[in-house]
């Protein structure tokens, strides 16, 4: 593969640095799934795998905070009732939004799905840029130490796999989760699940868009 080339040549010739742009650049268009981990864990075999670890780490946090800039742009446009929604959402959110930023970031998850989102409710920068940076961090160097001590079994986890398909799965995913975030009315549904209890809501949600639904249809 030409890029595969590519990429080792640019490791080989510029070591640590070049791994750190490397996962900058992988990182830094949205739902473009350059599979920047490949070439890391073919040549982690012959550099130190803890600054080559961080290196990707730091570049591939860098490039993937210009995804949460995209959703905390788009932000600009809501109004002022949907943006006091959203402030709701993220209190509700609590530990479960760093969890789902690092789960995201520390595996080779479509984690555009969760950055997009998280900047249009504006997410706290410093909480969302420290999940990131950790799993990342643990990302990179799970790679760096599996290609240098052999463990190819890891490199079936960062395959190529078809890449307009995850770039067609990742933007159905992103619509879908930002739709539904500006779909719903947050501080009623924080105020109901205190109340009722979050299985109450799912069925009170259900019911409000099955009168819809019906509505439309008369």
């Known amino acids: ?26 990182n830094t268009v949205p739902f473009l799934p350059v599979p920047f981990l490949i070439p890391i864990f073919l040549i982690s075999g012959v550099m130190d795998p803890l600054p080559l670890g961080v290196a990707v780490g730091v570049g591939a946090t860098l490039g993937k905070c210009v995804a949460y800039a995209v959703g905390r742009g788009g932000a600009a446009f809501l109004g002022e009732k949907k943006k006091e929604e959203l402030k709701c959402f993220t209190r509700a959110l609590g530990r479960y939004g760093d969890l789902a930023i690092f789960i ?8 555009d799905v969760i950055a997009i989102p998280f900047g249009l409710v504006r997410y706290s920068f410093r909480r969302f840029f420290v999940m990131l940076l950790a799993g ?34 990742s933007l159905v995913l992103v619509v879908t989760l930002t739709a539904v975030i500006l779909k ?13 209890g979050l ?15 019906d509505k439309t249809q008369h």
């Open 1 to 26: 593969m030409d890029w595969l080339n590519f990429l080792i040549q640019a490791l080989e010739s510029y070591g640590y640095a070049g791994a750190f742009f490397t996962a900058l650049i992988g």
């Open 104 to 111: 995201f970031s520390a595996f080779p998850l479509p984690d």
């Open 136 to 169: 990342k961090l643990f990302l990179g160097l799970l790679v760096a130490y599996a290609g240098h001590y052999s463990f190819e079994i890891v490199i079936g986890l960062l395959g190529e796999g078809n890449m307009l398909l995850g770039i067609v799965s």
């Open 184 to 196: 719903i009315n947050w501080i009623e549904a924080v105020e109901y699940t205190q109340t009722h």
């Open 199 to 213: 299985p109450a809501y799912v069925r009170h949600l259900m019911r409000g868009l099955s009168r819809s639904k």
